[in-house]
């Protein structure tokens, strides 16, 4: 936008953030202890509506803020771990994202079931123009179409992706257990938990259906062509990522390519190659196309974002390490307008058309 890239946010933005982050926070209630946790390279703007929209609603807000993470998806700081888990809930604020599969983010949801919303890399912008101006009738009708497309992940057994710049990628996606994916659709982001009063689990802007490679089976290519974790903003030119029996064997392109290896060979291990990250569906029709942020181009309708190295649902499912992947780093980056096909016969989406 001209105004923020001009003169930055004006502070006048927070009016739009309450309006809008009212759905989010629906549920809370007086009493409600809620972490924001975010690092000092947010916008303030962000964190602070966060706060005043949860205060107004008579719940507890704390702040919990830390310089910003070396590297995505690195756990954050001890003493916000240990914070946390006298909380009810936790919103990451932070620009850096967090991966739900990282020790520290899982210790705190064992420490009572409290939920981590996963909001990094946010912005003004998204959240008052963008993806996050969703209605609940927009989730509702988001929330009916995950349950479709869970449904055909559950009995599915291979997946088959393409995309315009090249992407030609196959997977194994059994191995979860009975109706996981669909049951895991079928609720309604931030909702109290009936049995216990519990604040409920969600991400924000909402808006995406992943299913996850049985690990050592995903062969093919992989073009990135729009933005990923890192190297941040709208990329010039693709990448192809090249894999092999469930590994990253090659990485190609341009400078972003270039910018990309060396990130890789920073901040990961060996396991950050292996290909057991999320293949995500953006199903939210309110993110805009190719805004080069990865918060809000992993929810675009018709989109995906694909990751290495860490698979999050796997990991919290399965004790077996052959069927997990756990990584230092795990990277997700985006492909646009993608065509995902089950079994070879069941056409999810089509060149970012979703089909069922």
């Known amino acids: 936008m001209v105004m923020a890239e001009r003169y930055g946010v004006p502070s006048t933005k927070i009016i739009p953030l309450v309006k809008y982050l009212q759905v989010p926070l629906q549920q809370i ?23 005043a929209v949860i205060n107004s609603k008579g719940g507890s807000p704390i702040l919990c803020m830390f310089p910003k993470l070396p590297y995505h998806c690195a756990d954050p700081h001890p003493a916000a771990i240990e914070a946390a888990k006298a909380c009810n809930a936790v919103a990451g604020l932070t ?5 739900s599969g990282t020790p520290g983010l899982r210790s705190i949801r064992k420490a009572g079931h409290i939920p981590i919303w996963l909001m990094d890399e946010n912005t003004v912008e ?3 123009e963008g993806g996050g101006t969703v209605s609940w ?7 009916e179409l995950h349950k479709r497309i869970g449904a055909i992940y559950d009995r599915g057994k291979k997946i088959h992706l393409r995309s315009e710049y090249g992407t030609d990628y196959t997977a194994d996606i059994s191995g979860y257990p009975k109706d996981y994916h669909f049951n895991r659709a079928n609720k309604m982001p931030f909702q ?6 519990g604040i ?28 990923a974790h890192y190297p941040s903003g709208l990329w010039k030119d693709p990448v192809k990522v090249t894999i092999k029996d469930g590994r990253v064997v090659d990485i190609t392109g341009g400078i972003e390519a270039q910018q990309l290896k060396a990130y890789l060979e920073r901040y990961g291990d060996k396991y950050t190659y292996a290909v057991g990250g ?5 199903t939210n029709k309110k993110c805009p196309p190719r805004a080069g942020i990865m918060r809000s181009d992993k929810k675009r309708y018709g989109s995906m974002h694909f990751g290495i190295g860490t698979g999050p649902d796997r990991y919290l499912f399965s004790e077996d390490p052959s069927k997990t992947v756990f990584s230092t780093l795990r ?10 096909i089950v079994d070879d016969n069941i056409v999810v989406c089509e060149n970012g058309e979703i089909k069922v």
């Open 137 to 143: 009738d927009d989730i509702k009708e988001m929330v």
């Open 29 to 51: 209630q007086p009493g409600d202890k809620v972490m924001v946790m975010t690092d000092d390279a947010m916008d303030p703007l962000v964190w602070q509506a966060f706060m």
């Open 126 to 128: 998204i959240l008052t």
């Open 192 to 197: 109290r938990d009936t049995k216990t009063g």
């Open 95 to 99: 620009t850096t994202c967090l991966n």
């Open 331 to 340: 990277l997700e980056g985006i492909i646009a307008r993608v065509t995902v």
């Open 278 to 282: 999320e293949m995500g569906l953006g």
């Open 200 to 227: 409920g689990g969600g991400t924000w802007p909402y808006g995406e259906i992943h299913v996850e490679p049985l690990p050592g089976t995903g062969n093919g290519t992989v073009v990135w062509d729009t933005t």
